[in-house]
């Protein structure tokens, strides 16, 4: 089976990465990647989500994200692999050129390769979960079956 590891936006595949410059439109807005709305949904409904919309960058907004100083929503581990399912999606059915580039990937299996997450990557050592890539693969079935459905 193929596999197709990806992490740096300016690698082969790094339109997979949540850093990766695709606006994307949830929410009522425009959001400059799908790691700023993943972020800012942390602080749903308070000022922090717009500071964190509103960031230059998507390193920025990891950054403030990540900061537990910011008061983080109480249901956020239940919900947030759902907040990183509404963001690929949107993701990869708001710019054809990515959907194409997902659906190429054919049955490949996708894994976001990093040292630095063991949640969202594969730890560097295949021991992660690799929730992103999961996403990635599951979005990409979803998106599929809908053009089946269509025709």
Do not use: C
């Amino acid at each position: 089976m193929d596999v197709i590891k990806f992490y740096r936006r300016g690698d082969d595949f790094g339109e997979f990465s949540n850093f990766s410059y695709h606006r994307v439109y949830l929410k009522g807005k425009y959001w400059p990647t799908t790691e700023h709305y993943f972020q800012a949904q942390k602080f749903a409904g308070t000022e922090h989500e717009e500071a964190v919309r509103m960031q230059k960058g998507p390193g920025f907004a990891a950054q403030m994200g990540r900061n537990r100083k910011l008061p983080l929503r109480k249901d956020w581990e239940s919900i947030k692999d759902n907040v990183m399912r509404d963001a690929v999606y949107a993701k990869f059915t708001q710019h054809k050129d990515l959907k194409e580039l997902l659906l190429s990937t054919g049955e490949a299996v996708l894994i976001e390769h990093t040292t630095n997450d063991s949640y969202w990557g594969d730890g560097g050592d295949g021991s992660g979960k690799n929730m992103l890539g999961r996403i990635l693969m599951e979005i990409r079935k979803r998106i599929r079956n809908e053009a089946q459905a269509e025709d």
